[in-house]
């Protein structure tokens, strides 16, 4: 017995552990063989707050479709998007419109 698991405050919750993984439970109320239930969650567009908990891989890019090389200034890397060379500060100089190159 002095190899067996001791029942401790230490240990993983259900809701702590990815859902349908067993685990062993060493918690009082939560003793032994356990099911996680720890739900993968989904991120979402309608709001900057997201739920805690795990997500499976996705590309933020989905999430805010403003995350785009578009609109990045050059020389700027923002999450692994690297910005565009056509994006450049035009916040100084004395260009005016009619020097500004259409196609």
Do not use: C, H, R
């Not at 991120?43 to 707050?49: G, I």
Request: net charge negative; hydrophobic share 45%.
């Amino acid at each position: 017995m002095g190899l067996a698991p001791v029942i401790n405050a230490s240990g993983a919750l259900p809701g702590e552990v990815l859902a349908g993984k067993e685990f062993w439970g060493l918690i009082s109320v939560t003793w032994g063989l356990q099911t996680g239930t720890l739900a993968t969650q989904t991120p979402t567009d309608t709001s900057v707050s997201q739920a805690a908990g795990n997500y499976a891989t996705f590309d933020l890019s989905t999430v805010d479709t403003d995350l785009a090389t578009g609109n990045i200034k050059s020389g700027v890397i923002v999450f692994g998007v690297a910005g565009d060379s056509n994006v450049v500060d035009t916040s100084s100089g004395d260009a005016i419109a009619a020097d500004i190159a259409t196609w």
